[in-house]
């Protein structure tokens, strides 16, 4: 496989008709004639946007003639050349960088830049055949260094041009093309993604169920990078890490301590493993964004209380098994996780930190002790540390990239044999190779300097999205705009600012959480969450609104599609993958948006997809049509409903696990939701948005659940296109076309 890094050069006399201009081009064609790529360029323009080309090169030559280094301009130029090497080595401590030079020596380069530097050639003195070998050595040197293990194996078991007789059956991709749809698909993908689709026959590329070759060295090597004491590659998502690590440690009628706010595949864990769930309640606050779980809350006698309370729990001083906390919430806020150990170490055997969205926390100071695992944590005395990770969040992994990562404790080592029975449990035993790479490759980039430089950056572009914000508000004075949710007066003026900005302090209006404990809670600011006018945080309706809901289907025809919508708000994230045009032009979407609301355009002109699917909304005016949706908001004070509805006494009636063993038994009714309150579900219920899961099976419906479905109802059937859709509820058209909205209950006994 032949990969292209050119060796990138920069002089200003490159493209000159004088000495060094046809010195520096003599070398080019020797570069060439060894079979390298080469570009020249006459200056580095601005010096951090050039040094981004750290990752397209293989070496670096500067070229400085003697007059740089001698006349007037010598500390100019030294100064230039400190700033390249530093902002090169911010990011990359490994490339190499060559000066090119006259007759200056190394008497004339001070100390910091020389030891950054792979040699110092001399334009008159070698033959520029020599220096080109001498250079594509040291780039091949380094390219050859660049892939981690098992990646390295792929690509040469991908290039080795072996027949295969194992599976997949498309051999290679050649299967593709034995049709035309085939042809396309092959085409579009290209070879080296289906030469690469192997199967886990091929001895060389090692096995991840077994952890083996070089799949085992690559989980190795991201364990050093992520300065954890185990690593596993999981190809089917952190859905699945999260049910690897249950079933590693719970079984069935074992006591869990679990987030109220969590992922629903904690909650199909805990319905797999049969544990009994005491849940630790977050706040909300009126925009509709889950907040902190209070400190007070894992104080170890409130969960002894829960337990004590809980009508399942038998042995009431059982040892729980685990502790599942969502770090970061959904809309960005952490943990102070040694606060979290100090209080529950010991007492609770593991404690695992769902860490789906915040894999690039251990990369950079920035984050303290505010994610699971990373370099210099302390171990807990007892208890086991997991943090299960989506690599393909906000790393560079495919979809479903995700891994586990483990602290061993003071007194316990991670037994990985018998871990590994529940990673067996939940692996295909066809895992997808490339997403193995990606796994590896995401890792490897996060590597000291350049993850760290990566996260800066992702933090960065966060924060100047922020100040742009802040100065179209600014501008545009009285009139509206749009806030991004966080301490916005604690926004620094340029640069990342301090972690200490960030913090969740008590009862800061910003938030709307309450009474929070000092330095429990920080915002993580590469997740921005963006609030639309009409309601504010003390759960107050404007005369008039703009539903997020409407804005997004807006900014979706126009390219810009959003990772979560609420009522009055929407969720964007700055991965390692921002860049300035992607979140500039949200902000001019953003104004487009403005404009059109303002001269109420009519949706034909502006929102012409969504109304060739709903012509009913063709001739409104955007901003009628956001004032009627506002208005049913106001209405059925919508943002207090759903605040209760969450925070609402969640009654167990039956264990998770035996309100499902009802529906596997199709021992269940379906209820009319006019029917429902008092009634057992035997499924899960998730409103979207928020997309968190409300009632799990065995828990009984209360009034203002109840109310709140009955809401959706009238919502969708008055809003077409714009329905509330609850995952768990069934739609079913009577006749007449009426539509009945039912939950899957546990059946009653017939009196
Ligand atoms: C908190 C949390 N945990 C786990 C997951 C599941 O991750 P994946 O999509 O990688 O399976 C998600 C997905 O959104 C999540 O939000």
Redesign the pocket.
Same mark, same amino acid.
């Given at each position: 496989m032949r990969f292209h890094f050119p060796i990138i050069i920069i002089d200003e006399d490159f493209r000159s008709e004088n000495a060094s201009g046809f010195g520096i081009r003599a070398l080019v064609k020797a570069i060439e004639g060894e079979g390298m790529e080469a570009l020249g360029v006459t200056s580095y323009g601005d010096l951090s946007s050039f040094a981004q080309q750290q990752s397209r090169g293989s070496a670096f030559i500067l070229s400085v003639d003697d007059e740089e280094l001698t006349s007037d301009e010598a500390e100019e130029t030294i100064a230039e050349l400190r700033a390249f090497v530093q902002e090169i080595r911010f990011r990359n401590a490994e490339i190499p960088i060559f000066l090119y030079g006259e007759t200056r020596t190394s008497r004339h380069i001070p100390n910091d830049v020389l030891r950054e530097l792979h040699g110092f050639i001399h334009m008159f003195e070698d033959t520029p055949e020599f220096i080109a070998r001498y250079v594509v050595r040291e780039a091949k040197a380094y390219l050859d260094s660049l892939a981690p293990p098992f990646f390295r194996a792929l690509v040469h078991y991908a290039s080795d041009g072996s027949y295969s007789w194992h599976c997949p059956g498309h051999s290679g991709g050649v299967a593709f093309l034995k049709s035309p749809v085939g042809h396309m698909f092959h085409q579009f993908f290209g070879e080296n993604m289906l030469r690469a689709d192997v199967c886990n026959a091929v001895e060389e590329l090692g096995q991840l169920l077994d952890h083996t070759g070089p799949i085992a060295a690559s989980e190795r090597n991201a364990a050093r990078i992520t300065h954890s004491d185990h690593l596993f590659f999981v190809t089917?998502? #952190?859905? &699945?890490?999260?049910k690897i690590v249950w079933n590693s440690t719970v079984a069935p009628g074992d006591i869990v301590v679990v987030d109220r706010n969590?992922?629903k595949?904690?909650l199909h864990s805990i319905i797999m493993t049969g544990a009994i769930p005491v849940f630790l309640m977050p706040t909300r606050n009126n925009y509709g964004i889950i907040g902190p779980i209070p400190k007070s809350e894992f104080k170890w006698e409130n969960i002894q209380k829960k337990i004590a309370k809980n009508p399942f729990i038998e042995d009431k001083n059982a040892m729980p098994r685990v502790l599942t906390i #969502?770090q970061s919430t959904?809309d960005g806020v952490l943990y102070n996780v040694e606060e979290i150990k100090e209080e529950l170490d010991g007492k609770i055997d593991t404690l695992h930190f769902?860490e789906?969205?915040l894999p690039h926390a251990a990369f950079h100071d920035f984050y303290g002790d505010y994610h699971a695992i990373g370099k210099d944590r302390a171990r807990c005395k007892e208890s086991m540390v997991f943090s &299960?990770q989506?690599t393909?969040?906000l790393l560079a992994g495919l979809s479903?990239a995700?891994q586990i990562l483990v602290q061993d404790s003071q007194t316990r080592k991670l037994d990985k044999d018998l871990f590994n029975e529940a990673y067996l449990m939940h692996t295909s035993t066809s895992p997808q190779y490339a997403i193995i790479a990606s796994c590896d490759v995401a890792a490897a980039m996060m590597e000291e300097p350049g993850g760290t430089a990566l996260v800066e950056e992702s933090i960065q572009e966060a924060m100047e999205f922020r100040r742009a914000m802040r100065k179209v508000d600014e501008e545009w004075g009285a009139d509206w705009w749009f806030k991004v949710w966080g301490p916005d007066d604690e926004l620094a003026e340029e640069g990342m600012g301090e972690r200490e900005d960030w913090m969740l302090k008590a009862n800061e209006r910003w938030h709307g959480f309450g009474n929070l404990a000092e330095g429990f809670n920080m915002l993580d600011p590469i997740k921005a969450t963006i609030i639309t006018p009409g309601l504010d945080v003390d759960g107050a309706f404007g005369d008039s609104g703009i539903p997020a809901g409407i804005l997004t289907k807006y900014l979706a025809e126009h390219g810009i599609i959003v990772e979560k919508c609420g009522l009055y708000s929407f969720f964007i994230m700055f991965t390692i993958g921002i860049t300035k045009g992607r979140w500039n032009t949200l902000v001019t979407e953003l104004q487009q948006f403005k404009d059109d609301y303002d001269k109420n355009e009519p949706l034909w002109r502006v929102m012409p997809e969504f109304v060739a699917k709903h012509p009913r909304y063709e001739r409104i005016g955007l901003a009628d049509l956001c004032q009627q949706i506002h208005d049913v908001y106001k209405l059925h004070n919508v943002a207090r409903l759903t605040t209760d509805m969450y925070l609402s006494e969640m009654e167990p009636a039956m264990r998770p696990t035996d309100a499902w063993s009802m529906m596997a038994h199709r021992k269940i009714e379906r209820v009319s939701i006019d029917e429902l309150e008092g009634r057992i579900t035997a499924m899960l219920v998730t409103p979207y948005p928020p997309g968190i899961p409300l009632l799990i099976p065995g828990e009984r419906f209360n009034k203002t659940i109840v109310d709140y479905l009955k809401f959706a109802r009238t919502f969708n059937e008055r809003f077409p296109g714009f329905e509330t859709d609850v995952h768990g509820l069934v739609k079913e058209k009577e006749d007449g076309g009426v539509a009945r909205y039912c939950v899957d209950c546990v059946a009653q006994p017939q009196p």
């Open positions: 089917n998502g #952190t859905s &699945t890490s999260n969590c992922h595949s904690i #969502t959904y769902d789906a969205w &299960t989506s393909h969040k479903q995700s």
